[in-house]
């Protein structure tokens, strides 16, 4: 177990995980927390279009919705360490695709936007658009999107990122989220090329599982999203990650994966208890395979 998170005001003992999920108001959560005591936060909030959640109401007034988050930006501003890094996943809808830009805008006053990543869930190339690459062989369509019945609008196959900082000069690791050359000519082309890796860039495809039972919560990124966001950002000693709507646990699940601590908030006490029941079993299958 890495060292307790240091708070302005007492928190519950550690579950016997690698951190802590805490059922409650995030805000409130995070004046609980000392100054400077958090590396990195990855999260995914409502974004106000309608989802439905056990608990949270996601039709809020536009007005009020925005301020929510503005709010959210100025208090994990404070818990945030200097070179810290502030991922920020966001979308909207087709018919309402302003949301991530106007949240983008409140947290304006608060942080650098220092990156955008495009997270793309589904593609589709033709093959001869690709180029002479033996390793694709035809026409591509990979992942899942929401089809959208509509003569006016497209489905929506991506989401956005942001990624934010306190100066905009956090150094990255970002042959931790590389990708091999498919041209082998390029390793020795370039002065700085390290071996057979190059930077992945600000477009990531990073797909949803299939499953054939419904979804425990309506909106989840997958656990591989927030993983890389850490291993970009650069892994260190005693780091502690924290995702202030932490839902069924898939941040914490990436730390899991990555061995770093996690600190999270979830409000409603169905996901929260669906949160520590997967990281249990996840912490179980980890043991079992030292």
Known sequence: MQQSLPVSAELPEKDPLNGQILSGDCLEGMRRLSPQSVDVIVTSPPYN??????SHNDNLPYDEYLDWMEEIAKASL???KDDGSFFLNIGGKPKDPWVPFDVLQRFRSSYQLQNVIHWVKSIAI???KVGNYDAIKGDIAVGHYQPVNSDRYLSQCHEHIFHFTKQGRVKLDKLAVGVKYQDKSNINRWQKTKGDLRDRGNVWFIPYKTIRTSRPHPTSFPKELPE???????????MVVLDPFMGIGNTALACINLGVEFLGFEIDP?????????????QIEKSRKR
């Open 270 to 282: 169905e996901y929260h208890a669906c949160a520590l029941e997967r990281c249990r079993a996840a």
């Open 49 to 54: 279009i309608g989802k439905i959640y056990n």
């Open 126 to 128: 033709e093959k001869e």
């Open 228 to 238: 890389m966001c850490i291993q970009l950002h650069g892994i260190e000693n005693n």
């Open 78 to 80: 404070r818990v945030l």
